[in-house]
Structures are given as C-alpha cells and as structure tokens.
C-alpha cells in the first residue's frame, strides 16, 4: 500500500515529537500567526454553544501543547465570556524545554498570558480570566473604552493596551503583540477574530481538529468575516488517533 505522506498515527509518536512536529519556525522576524479550532465532521464548532462537547482526549493534546509553545493567546471577548476561559495552564519544564530548544516556550516556564481584544474593555473583573490565572492577562481595547472599566481591570491584575483610537485592526493587534516581545501567537477565536485576521491575509497556520461527531443544528463556522477570501493553504500534516479524531495542520502557501 502507498504510504500518504505527512500522515501519521498519533501512537507513533511520543511528546517530542508531537512537540516537534507542531514547532514555531525558529528565528522569527515578524509575528507568527496560528489558529487552532476543533470542529464537528460536518462543521460545528460548538455543541450547546461552547467547544467542550467536541474535545477529544488527542484534541485536548495538542490544545495543551500549542499553548505551550506559544508566546501569547490571543481571544475575542465574546469567546472569553462564553467558554469560561481562565488563565492559560502549561507545564513549566516544557516551557522552558521549547526555550532551550528555541521553538517557543519561555525561559522561566511561565505560561503565556491570555491576550484579549475589547474594543470597550467589557470583561468582568471577577471572571476567571483574572482571577484564576499564573500570568496576567493583556486587555486589547481602544481610546473609546469606558475609563472606569479600564480601571476595574486593571485593578483585577490586567495589562490594559490601547491599541486603537476606534477599532482595532488586525494589524494593530500584532503590532502591540510584537512591541512586547510575544511573536508566537496563538490565536483560539472566536470566528470574528480568526476572520479578522484571515481576511487580512495575517494567518501563517491552521490547526484544525476534526471530532468524530455529527453535530446537526444550525450553529455557525470557524471563520467569519466582512468579506470572502481565497487564501490557498497547504497541508502539512495529518495525524490519526484511534478515536476517530483528525488533527490536521495547513499552512499558507
């Protein structure tokens, strides 16, 4: 039988090279973009509304791993308010492997913080993003965002940005990421936000994985924007786990 190249079992591999094999380019000059979303075989992105009734164990994997090796996380508001989120929880020695080995990760093997875009810095100050996280989270918003709400979050441990005067572009939002040092992002939605920034051409990776569910429903899709696009990408590897589940990596051409 003719082997598929780039598809692999995900028993064959241990976490090193699963690690690997999901590595950031070394030696980065400008912002490294990469998306990851799970979704249903026929396309959901949620069931009852968030993405916990699609993870898969090879699912929680590798979304464990990528927010290891990523210097940032970067979430829309609406997705921080519907999935719960909390802060990132990486293992610190892995983190600091990544370092070493110069593909992500950080020196110290703290986790990366949740980067946040607001354009009015509407988060609550006692949701888990404050105060259930190691490293604190960056607010994204702009001049317009209600000054004592700036305050209240700032005041729960944030790092509130302006980076914007109305709206925040894509452009914008990688710029402050850079201006800190956090080249390595991973972005985790919500549709918008990915959309955003693939209509601005600026995703370089998707990591897309596909559970073995029919969800039904009439629930949305990964990526939405103002307006179509056709950004060519290629596939880069397939990676199989018993289950079912599919974990694929595309790449921009």
Request: proline share 6%.
């Amino acid at each position: 039988m003719q082997r598929i190249p780039n598809v692999t079992q995900l028993a064959d591999l241990d976490a090193d090279a699963l690690a690997r094999s999901y590595a950031y380019p070394r030696h980065l000059e400008r912002p490294w973009v990469r998306a990851n979303f799970v979704s249903s075989i026929d396309g959901a992105l949620a069931v009852d509304g968030v993405t916990k009734g699609l993870a898969t164990p090879a699912d929680k994997l590798v979304f464990k791993l990528l927010r290891e090796l990523a210097d940032v996380i970067l979430v829309g508001a609406g997705t921080v308010r519907t999935e719960n989120y909390g802060g990132a929880r990486t293992d610190d020695e892995h983190r600091r492997a990544h370092f070493r080995h110069g593909v992500g990760g950080s020196e110290d093997g703290s986790p990366p913080p949740i980067a946040v875009v607001s354009g009015s810095a509407n988060l609550d100050p006692a949701a888990r993003l404050f105060t259930d996280a190691r490293t604190p989270p960056l607010i994204l918003t702009t001049a317009q965002a209600d000054k004592d709400r700036v305050t209240a979050l700032e005041d729960a441990g944030a790092e509130v940005v302006v980076a914007a005067e109305f709206a925040i572009t894509p452009a914008a939002l990688l710029r402050v990421l850079t201006e800190r040092g956090l080249p390595r992002v991973l972005c985790e939605g919500g549709p918008h936000l990915f959309g955003q920034l693939a209509e601005a051409d600026l995703v370089d990776e998707l990591c897309l994985t596909t559970a073995p569910l029919l969800v039904g429903g009439a629930g949305g899709r990964i990526s939405l924007s103002a307006k179509q696009f056709g950004t060519s990408m290629a596939r880069k590897q397939l990676v199989l786990d018993d289950d079912g589940t599919v974990l694929a990596r595309w790449a921009r051409r």
